[in-house]
């Protein structure tokens, strides 16, 4: 695309990252009427013309869906991810495409092309409450977040009405209520779950999964290009309806209507450029992945997106005299305080009754129960707590030998299994000073740029944690009739739940903290930071929602600090 500013390499804003949250800042710029550059490391994929598995069948698919042997084996870190399968490897980077040093072990899920791993995601979107921004300084952890639910509701509900969130008026105070399309419902084992539940505990609730699909029409997704949710639930595909929001359905062409926004791709940015006479960033510095050329761009504002350790990465990289160990590292911190969610917990379990009933298509949600343990005070031995997922479903017996006629009619009539159920923990984890990332002091990738070292992992608050998951969840499907109740440990690394979050953490002290309560580097005001790694805690919630409602407060901030001049 040519370049759309008065001076060459200039604009009003820069955006790294064309994810989640740089979509959010992209639309909010642009539509505000400021010439808006958006950096993407990846290639380009655009809506409805680069998703080419979108409309497959499954005997299309060369390996029914399944990855090589060889494939696995040269990817042994992107392979543990649930979508990188043959309908979807293309939209997760592969392992050497761009390395890192693990201290610890970690899995990095990466998605390098435009819109990210919005285009990945599992569209689960839940609103903070004031039980999680308040949780650091009550229990005494990380430290105190400089924003509270009140001050972020109202662009939850700015964002919720552009992106569209199938969900429930629940009325909980743990997870409160948003802008709500339609909701998508619970089948009758998890109606049953739900009413058992609540029947045997006065603190917890099963809801049905608030997920970010398009379940009525209205005029604002129309003017968008998007559609209703078709329930196929082959979302990683990237949806030919747009019935999910990504970046590439939603934010971005969204912005390039309004004429102010520009996009480069294959695109690293090496770091950010700081003007030592007037104290504050003046650009980026962008290496061509394909030519390894350097370029220079500047802007007013910089918008750091690139996803939570891509984000410290570039600012542990944005050195000068007046920040030798990275942009507004002046109290040595950035990088540090890394969290996480903890999946590793499963619970499966069987259910005898409802034999006249079973599951006929598809959803791309499942029933949730809220967070119940140490949310109003401390009652247990490990801080914080976790939610829960939960689904049950009925498997065909194939019974036939499957040929001719016999195959046919038990297509037809099928012959049903036991209901099979499962509950997934979602734990919050609590960062600490330990868990960090740093730059390599001698490996580079191939456009000269440090690897990042990983040092993360699960402390025994964890463990405690899982320990009380299963308990509880063993507890409460007893209570609900279930049998043959298994617990399991999945033993997986960091890093797969793709929820890694913190390094450049939000607070009220620049002492003990990098970012302002508008999410301003306190020492260098023109540097916003609004993804993952702005995360002061983790919480249990899925936490996109919370990264796109604290990017458009952030763009409302610094488009009032533009038109100051």
């Not at 298509?361 to 499942?366: A, D, I, L, M």
């Not at 509880?472 to 960091?494: C, V, W």
């Not at 301003?520 to 983790?538: F, P």
Request: charged share 25%.
């Amino acid at each position: 695309m040519a370049d759309i500013s008065t001076n060459e390499n200039t604009y009003d804003v820069i955006v790294i990252g064309s994810g989640m949250s740089g979509g959010w800042a992209a639309k909010e710029f642009t539509e505000n009427g400021f010439k808006t550059l958006v950096i993407e490391r990846g290639r380009e994929v655009k809506h409805n013309v680069n998703y080419p598995t979108t409309n497959m069948n499954p005997w299309e698919f060369k390996h029914r869906g399944n990855l090589t042997e060889e494939v696995k084996k040269e990817n042994p870190i992107a392979s543990r991810c649930y979508v990188f399968r043959e309908d979807a490897e293309h939209f997760v980077s592969k392992d050497k495409e761009h390395p890192y040093i693990q201290e610890k072990p970690f899995d990095w899920i990466k998605g390098y092309q435009t819109g990210g791993k919005s285009l990945l995601w599992a569209r689960q979107t839940q609103r903070f409450s004031n039980y999680d921004f308040e949780g650091p300084a009550r229990d005494n952890f990380a430290v105190d977040w400089p924003i509270r639910y009140e001050d972020l509701a109202p662009w939850y509900s700015h964002v919720e009405k552009f992106v569209g969130i199938a969900g429930n008026k629940d009325g909980l105070d743990v997870l409160p209520d948003g802008e709500f399309l339609p909701g998508m419902g619970l089948n009758c084992i998890e109606e049953h779950f739900k009413s058992k539940v609540e029947e045997n505990y006065d603190d917890r609730h099963v809801i049905s999964g608030r997920c970010a699909h398009i379940t009525e029409n209205r005029e604002i997704f129309a003017q968008q290009g998007r559609g209703q949710c078709q329930y196929r639930n082959l979302c990683q595909r990237g949806c030919p309806f747009g019935g999910y929001f990504s970046s590439n359905s939603s934010t971005l062409p969204w912005a390039m209507k309004t004429g102010n926004l520009s996009m480069i791709h294959d695109s690293v940015v090496e770091s950010i450029m700081y003007d030592e006479e007037n104290e504050k960033a003046s650009g980026v510095i962008v290496i061509d992945t394909k030519t390894k050329e350097k370029k220079e761009y500047y802007a007013s504002i910089v918008f750091v997106n690139a996803g939570t350790l891509n984000s410290n990465l570039i600012l542990l990289n944005s050195k000068s005299n007046r920040f030798p160990n990275g942009l507004g590292n002046d109290n040595d911190l950035l990088g540090k305080f890394i969290a996480f969610h903890n999946y590793r917990a499963l619970v499966f379990a069987e259910y005898d009754g409802f034999q006249d009933k079973h599951i006929t298509g598809r959803e791309p949600t499942n029933a949730y129960m809220p967070r119940f343990k140490n949310v109003k005070k401390q009652e247990t031995d490990f801080l914080r707590g976790y939610a829960i997922t939960f689904n049950a479903r009925r498997q065909i017996i194939q019974e036939t030998d499957g040929i001719g006629t016999s195959l046919k009619e038990g297509l037809l009539n099928p012959k049903y299994g036991t209901w099979q159920a499962s509950a997934h923990m979602m734990g919050e984890t609590i960062p600490k000073e330990e868990s960090q990332v740093t730059l390599d002091p001698n490996e580079v990738d191939d456009w000269g740029i440090p690897l990042l070292r990983i040092n993360v992992a699960y402390d025994d608050n964890d463990e405690k944690m899982i320990k009380d998951f299963y308990q509880e969840l063993t507890e409460m499907f007893e209570k609900a009739g279930f049998t043959n109740i298994r617990t399991y440990d999945s033993k997986q690394a960091p890093g797969l739940d793709i929820h890694e979050m913190g390094g450049v953490r939000m607070g009220k002290d620049p002492k003990t903290s990098l970012l302002n309560k508008w999410n301003q580097l306190h020492s260098c005001k023109n540097v916003y930071v609004t993804d993952g790694s702005c995360m002061t805690s983790t919480s249990t919630q899925n936490p996109s929602l919370t990264y796109m409602a604290i990017t458009a407060r952030a763009c409302d901030h610094a488009i009032k600090e533009l038109k100051k001049g």
